[in-house]
């Protein structure tokens, strides 16, 4: 409980519910058990004799962030919203939670951590991005306030550009979708600002083995407005200096490419006299040179994101405004035998508009209208060694997407029951998206029945097809048909004595897909034809969190399957596996406290290998002068004829805070891959000699790093 305009405490406000009363601490926290909140959605009052009288209508145990003023409830923080998932279609983040997540190569990553929630599958040790239910990870939207972020991913996935300090809360949503979800087909990542919750005066200095930081957060009372900011930087660009100037005279080849990455978050959050203002800004800057004597490879890419969030009250209900713009963009110049040029940039418009009117004590209604205009811009030029032109390219494509939603939930006694739809149209046709769900609710369980359908109007492909952030959107209708995906689900949750179990299943129905088994012709054909393919994602996965005095633990498994459906010349239907086919996954992550000082956690992983396209066969070529080096050229049988191996791998860390009297310093040492697991992240294949004279295909890999140690220290000051 806080007051809304000095966003101090507040004490001594009454909560009650029908069966249970508590009252706010002097820090403004208060508690409920979680049996009154168990019985279907709870009216809970809040009563000060300096504030309003309130009542919000909540379901499910949950935490709550009031903001009161002596005329008014701040909607800002405190919203009537749909039912959350009670199995494992939905996993939030609180601000605690994203203060604790681990930190592989001493690195707070936010993709990092959710990749070992259930249903979200790892397909490689440095893929990007979040692979969800059977989906590519282009098909999981990632939301700062609203607005997408078009690509997240920093240099082979190490870390992605998605700070978790600068986020509120976080909350990835796998099935069940609210009707406002819309254009993204198989996950919505939804993050909040850290600015709407600051009531402090703070700046943050980190110094890792990779990066550094600075954060600077206050709130101006007098303005009613909190501010955040935050810069972070790499220093891999320095490690690869010093190591080329090591081996530079020894006239050996540096392995170590020039690399560097930059982040900014700037945020500003205002309480307005009935409702709130809210600004992000986000920008990534990355740069890659890899040039060798061999090869060379030099890149750009980024980000740029502006989001401004209007909430206004109307009496008991409530108007929200979004809007926003994104851009990512990134040039390459890739030489060999040739040099290739590529630049690509996707720039979105986003404007969203809802409104909320609560139905009595029993649910809410809500509606709205967005439009969405995006372009994407892409030339290739190609030239030979000695600088001639050979082939110049370029597309411009454009979409505009627009539609409006409803949505309502009600409830009655144990049983809570939502519908709605989102209606699409790109002034071509209308595309219709229904939703429906149904949750009972009983002491210490709750379970869910839902259907949902969603569409994409982009495709995503990858410019090398190696694990580089060199990705580019195609846009659809056009030449690229329209994506749906048509998803029924089941969940299940049950309260044990400190722990809680939770299950799901579901299954999917894909049209609108697309494979490149060879996508670097797209970069000299953006005219050719696709086709279209139907597929089927379905699984079962399975969660267990356990908290105790000083150890919490949270375990998950993963049973999935995916698959697309392709037709032969002989008009036989034939299942084709994508790189997000990995069936069998299993997460843990644990923390000991071992006092207010020290503290353990650790996170482990299994999953097994995703499919993979090897050669099974290989021809020798004359070249076409007598003197011409003969070449091998491997033959191809089937898309992803094989599977990777099994990957697992440890990573452990030990946390050390101290308290002192105007500020906190955290140290953090880890150790990355603890058990020093090969894991393969690139496959390639040799050619071995055989003693008849003849050769034979050989499997080798790559592996990203071995055991390695990681230290950062973070100070935090008080001002």
Request: glycine share 8%.
């Amino acid at each position: 409980m806080f007051d809304a305009e000095t966003r101090y405490p507040l004490p001594d406000v009454l909560i009650s519910t029908a069966t249970a009363k508590a009252a706010s601490d002097g820090e403004g926290r208060f508690s409920l058990p979680a049996d009154a909140l168990a019985v279907g959605a709870v009216l809970i009052s809040f009563n000060h004799p300096r504030y309003q009288d309130t009542s919000v209508l909540v379901h499910q145990p949950t935490v709550l962030r009031l903001y009161l003023s002596p005329g008014a409830v701040s909607l800002s923080e405190v919203e009537v919203v749909a039912v959350e998932g009670v199995g494992t279609e939905v996993s939030k983040l609180d601000r605690k939670e994203l203060e604790s997540i681990s930190k592989p190569l001493g690195e707070a990553d936010l993709i990092r951590a959710l990749q070992y929630k259930p249903g979200v599958l790892q397909t490689g040790e440095t893929q990007t991005g979040l692979f969800v239910r059977g989906g590519a990870n282009s098909q999981t939207a990632i939301l700062l306030q609203g607005v997408p972020v078009f690509n997240s991913a920093h240099l082979l996935g190490i870390n992605s550009s998605l700070d978790p300090d600068a986020y509120e809360s976080v909350s990835l949503t796998t099935g069940g979708f609210r009707a406002n979800m819309g254009g993204w087909l198989s996950a919505y990542l939804q993050a909040e600002p850290r600015a709407v919750d600051i009531s402090d005066q703070q700046l943050k200095v980190g110094v890792g083995v990779l990066s550094s930081e600075i954060g600077y957060q206050q709130h101006l009372a007098r303005y009613k407005t909190s501010i955040y900011a935050k810069a972070k930087s790499s220093y891999y660009q320095l490690l690869a200096k010093a190591y080329k100037q090591l081996h530079q005279d020894k006239g050996e080849e540096t392995p170590l490419p020039d690399y560097a990455f930059a982040d900014l978050n700037l945020q500003a959050y205002t309480s307005l006299p009935k409702g709130s203002l809210s600004v992000a800004v986000f920008r990534s800057q990355d740069r890659y040179d890899g040039t060798t004597d061999r090869l060379s490879l030099a890149a750009t890419w980024g980000n740029q994101l502006v989001s401004a969030r209007w909430k206004h009250r109307l009496g008991p209900a409530w108007l929200e405004l979004v809007q926003g713009y994104s851009r990512y963009a990134f040039a390459m110049e890739h030489q060999r035998q040739e040099t290739d040029v590529v630049d690509q940039a996707t720039t979105g418009y986003f404007s969203n508009i809802l409104f909320g009117l609560p139905l009595g004590s029993r649910g809410f209604f809500e509606a709205g209208a967005f439009l969405q205009h995006t372009q994407a811009d892409m030339s290739t030029v190609q030239k030979d060694r000695q600088g001639r032109l050979l082939q110049k390219t370029g597309l411009t494509e454009k979409s505009t997407v627009s539609g409006a939603f409803s949505q309502a939930q009600l409830t009655f006694g144990k049983l809570t029951y939502v519908a709605g739809a989102r209606l699409h149209t790109d002034l071509k046709k209308p595309y219709l998206a229904p939703r429906l769900k149904v949750e009972l609710t009983n002491s210490g369980w709750a379970s869910s029945l839902y259907y949902d359908r969603t569409y994409q109007f982009h495709h995503q492909v990858n410019v090398l097809g190696v694990n580089m952030p060199f990705d580019f959107l195609r846009l659809a209708p056009g030449k690229l048909p329209v994506q749906r995906s048509d998803q029924v689900g089941v969940a299940v949750n049950r309260l044990f004595n400190g722990a809680k179990v939770t299950a799901g299943a579901y299954h999917r129905w894909l049209d609108g897909q697309l494979y490149y088994a060879n996508a670097s012709t797209l970069l000299t054909d953006f005219e050719q034809d696709f086709e279209s393919h139907t597929g089927r994602a379905y699984g079962i996965e399975l969660e267990v969190q356990a908290s105790w005095s000083k150890f919490s633990f949270a375990g998950g498994y993963t049973l999935a399957y995916s698959k697309l459906a392709q037709v032969n010349e002989f008009g036989e239907r034939l299942w084709v596996y994508p790189v997000q086919d990995v069936r069998h996954q299993v997460n843990a992550t644990w923390q000991y406290s071992f006092n207010k000082n020290w503290q353990l956690a650790g996170q482990w992983f299994l999953q097994t290998g995703s499919p993979y396209t090897f050669p099974v066969s290989i021809v020798p070529v004359q070249g076409m002068t007598p003197r011409a080096t003969q070449r091998i050229v491997p033959g191809f049988e089937r898309f992803n004829n094989i599977r990777t191996p099994v990957r697992h791998r440890l990573d452990v860390g030990v946390t050390y805070k101290k308290k002192h009297k105007k500020s906190l310093s955290e140290w953090n040492v880890g150790v990355y891959n603890l058990y020093n697991r090969a894991n393969p992240y690139f496959l390639y294949f040799g050619v071995s000699r055989q003693e008849d004279g003849t050769g034979k295909i050989v499997a080798k890999q790559r592996s990203f790093l071995p055991l390695t140690p990681t230290l950062r220290y973070t100070c935090t000051f008080d001002l």
